[in-house]
């Protein structure tokens, strides 16, 4: 018999067909809570985006041995039962690192030269040219790049950052790259990185230790001149110290792909200030990168729970499959 497969989102009906050759697939892109927890009974396998992962969960799902997140960030898992019942966990690593990329450049652009900004008002019939040089933005060529979480996603950028816009980068992580020192590309401790960076790009997991890394001391840091981006998750910033930061003119300018609650909540003051740039957690959302993560999920799904190999099972769950 062939093993259920629970999926979760919206895919393309060739995934379908092809899903169909290997297991018996409950497709639930639009669910009730009822309905799920039904599917959930039976599940040996979820094809998942972003639902949490947790005790709840898998006390209704008896028979689930594989969850497959269709994304590399995999804070939705409860790592410690997930462990305890013995559920292993796959995500989609580096098949997105370019298009989270062009994302991360696209808000350094936006926020430094004020592109969504100074657009709006030829859009409200104002075409605004000042002699005041304060109205416009910064450059974002040659200029300082401190990255925070260089891995797989932050290689790329500092790679492109350094080619495209001869930036000068540096990073900090818990380990130093010492490879990558030949492509000048340098650890440098995380207060130093804050206090000489122009641009800062937050690109870690969320994790326990990563939860509210910038927080008021950190945005203090920074030069007045400087424009923070967070690619991460929304929990890794404290967003009421990025507000005053950012009111107060303590940082030039932010943007943020992701948020603590999403959708945001509509009065979250940091949509009211000019100088803040919020996309709705589109990092890896184009209909190329989309579809490669959804094949590789796939691919991951029949990897592990059918032929048993170790196909991009996250580090914390591997040893289930040892
Ligand atoms: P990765 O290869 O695992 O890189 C993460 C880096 O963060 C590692 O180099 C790690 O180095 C560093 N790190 C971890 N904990 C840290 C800490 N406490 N302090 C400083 N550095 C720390 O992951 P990736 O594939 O590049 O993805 C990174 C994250 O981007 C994902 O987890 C996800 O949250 C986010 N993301 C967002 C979007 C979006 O749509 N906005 C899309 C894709 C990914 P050390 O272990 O040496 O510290």
């Known amino acids: 018999m062939k093993p259920r497969l629970l999926v979760m989102r919206e895919?393309?009906?060739?995934?379908?067909?092809?899903?169909?050759?290997?297991?018996?697939?409950?497709?639930?892109?639009?669910?009730?809570r009822e309905q799920f927890l039904t599917s959930l009974e039976s599940a040996q396998a979820i094809l998942n985006?972003?639902?949490?992962?947790?005790?709840?969960?898998?006390?209704?799902?008896?028979?689930?041995k594989l969850v497959s997140n269709i994304s590399v960030g995999y804070d939705n898992f409860d790592i410690a039962a997930m462990k305890k019942a013995g559920i292993i966990g796959t995500h989609t690593p580096n098949v997105l690192n370019d298009c989270v990329v062009d994302l991360t450049f696209g808000l350094m652009l936006n926020t430094s030269r004020r592109i969504s900004e100074l657009a709006s008002t030829i859009k409200r019939k104002k075409w605004i040219i000042k002699d005041d040089v304060n109205y416009y933005g910064l450059?974002?060529?040659?200029?300082?790049?401190?990255?925070?979480?260089?891995?797989?996603?932050?290689?790329?950028?500092?790679?492109?950052?350094?080619?495209?816009?001869?930036?000068?980068?540096?990073?900090?992580?818990?380990?130093?790259?010492?490879?990558?020192?030949?492509?000048?590309?340098?650890?440098?401790?995380?207060?130093?990185?804050?206090?000489?960076?122009?641009?800062?790009?937050?690109?870690?997991?969320l994790t326990e230790e990563t939860r509210n890394l910038m927080n008021a001391s950190k945005f203090e840091k920074m030069k007045k001149t400087a424009i923070f981006i967070?690619?991460?998750?929304?929990?890794?910033?404290?967003?009421?110290?990025?507000?005053?930061?950012?009111?107060?003119?303590?940082?030039?300018?932010?943007?943020?792909?992701?948020?603590v609650h999403e959708p945001i909540n509509n009065d979250n003051p940091l949509l009211e200030l000019d100088n803040f740039t919020a996309t709705p957690h589109i990092g890896s959302a184009t209909q190329e990168t989309r579809n490669a993560m959804t094949k590789l999920a796939i691919e991951n799904t029949i990897e592990v729970l059918i032929n048993g190999k170790m196909q991009n099972v996250v580090p914390e769950l591997q040893m289930l499959l040892k």
Do not use: C
């Open 11 to 32: 895919i393309d009906h060739h995934f379908l067909d092809y899903l169909s050759n290997y297991f018996e697939t409950d497709y639930q892109p639009s669910f009730s």
């Open 49 to 64: 985006y972003g639902i949490k992962i947790d005790e709840e969960l898998i006390q209704h799902a008896p028979r689930l």
């Open 139 to 205: 450059d974002v060529h040659h200029k300082k790049l401190g990255i925070i979480g260089l891995g797989r996603i932050g290689e790329e950028l500092a790679r492109r950052a350094k080619l495209g816009f001869s930036m000068d980068v540096s990073y900090y992580n818990r380990r130093k790259k010492s490879e990558l020192e030949n492509e000048n590309i340098l650890w440098k401790p995380l207060d130093q990185l804050l206090e000489e960076s122009d641009f800062v790009v937050l690109l870690t997991p």
């Open 230 to 259: 967070n690619m991460s998750r929304g929990a890794t910033v404290d967003e009421k110290a990025l507000y005053n930061a950012l009111k107060n003119h303590d940082i030039y300018a932010a943007a943020s792909d992701v948020f």
